[in-house]
């Protein structure tokens, strides 16, 4: 059973728009929102994160929503660029045994 | 870069060999992980350790030990390997303290394993 549901697989965006990832989790238990990113040939690194008592995040072009009641949270990628092309994982956690990662989404942005 | 280097990083084995991926990090980090990465799943925790000799299994753990003896290395076995083990593995390290930035796991570069 996937603990963290992401979406969509894949994303295609112009270079200049908004990418835009969604999570959606079960537990209410986890209380930590990290995103990480992945280049190819490399291990994922995180990107940012959130904890459920604030809605929003933002640091730089990227931002977190985060619907506690909705347990929906997302990454939205301001003004994309060719160097964001890369697969982003968002997480759930509780506790530092306790994470579990979306399926994934491979983000492509077109120059 | 938290200091976490995987040895091999690619290895081709065939099937029913034993198989040994090496974790070594110089952080000090309390934690350390085995994930798996397949297409359609994600990163699948394989086991973890969160102390010398103290370790437990993952959601995917079937027919994989592994074994701490020094902070610094975390060893994944394989004990008969399968092509069902073809996958990238990575390692990851936390080190277990809780600030306001959160837990943050730091992952190796991963290890490429063909089972043929």
């Known amino acids: 059973q996937q603990q963290v549901k992401q979406s969509p697989q894949s994303l295609i965006v112009q270079k200049g728009g908004i990418s835009i990832i969604n999570c959606a989790y079960e537990n209410t238990a986890f209380d930590y929102f990290p995103w990480y990113q992945q280049f190819p040939g490399k291990g994922p690194a995180l990107l940012i994160a959130i904890r459920p008592d604030v809605s929003e995040k933002k640091e730089g072009r990227f931002t977190i929503s985060f619907n506690k009641s909705a347990k929906q949270f997302s990454l939205h990628i301001m003004d994309s660029q060719p160097g964001d092309s890369a697969t982003y994982f968002c997480?759930?956690?509780?506790?530092?045994?306790?994470?579990?990662f979306g399926t994934g989404t491979r983000l492509t942005v077109i120059p | 870069d938290a200091g976490i280097t995987q040895s091999p990083r690619h290895k081709v084995t065939e099937t029913g060999t034993p198989v040994t991926l090496r974790c070594h990090q110089t952080?000090?980090?309390?934690?350390m992980y085995w994930y798996r990465q397949d297409p359609g799943h994600g990163l699948r925790l394989i086991h973890y350790?969160?102390?010398?000799?103290?370790?437990d299994k993952g959601e995917v753990s079937d027919g994989y030990s592994v074994s701490r003896s020094k902070t610094e290395d975390f060893l994944l076995t394989l004990e008969s390997a399968t092509s069902s083990q073809t996958s990238v593995y990575f390692c990851a390290t936390n080190p277990g303290t809780w600030d306001y930035s959160g837990n943050t796991i730091y992952f190796g570069e991963g290890s490429w394993l063909t089972v043929v």
């Open positions: 952080e000090n980090h309390r934690y």
């Open positions: 997480a759930a956690q509780t506790g530092a045994n306790n994470l579990f």
């Open positions: 350790s969160y102390g010398v000799k103290d370790t």
